[in-house]
């Protein structure tokens, strides 16, 4: 089983990141064409795709505050 990571288009291009099951995004994609936009696809595992949602670009990742040169 391989896992998919792709941005929700719930009211427009800037949602939330997402995970499913291969299986479950090729139905969405026969169902609703270029719906939502792909970020990776083939992942092998669950926690490797949910981790690849939280550091992709809208993801939840808390992203760590610049350093200033000194």
């Not at 896992?3 to 479950?24: F, S, T």
């Not at 969405?28 to 936009?37: D, F, Y």
């Amino acid at each position: 089983m391989t896992w998919v990571v792709y941005k929700m288009n719930l009211a427009g291009p800037c949602g939330p990141n997402a995970v499913c099951e291969q299986a479950e995004w090729d139905r969405m994609e026969r169902t609703n064409p270029g719906r939502h936009a792909l970020i990776r696809a083939g992942v092998t595992n669950e926690p490797e795709a949910e981790r690849l949602a939280r550091e992709a670009p809208g993801g939840t990742a808390v992203q760590a505050a610049p350093v200033k040169p000194r």
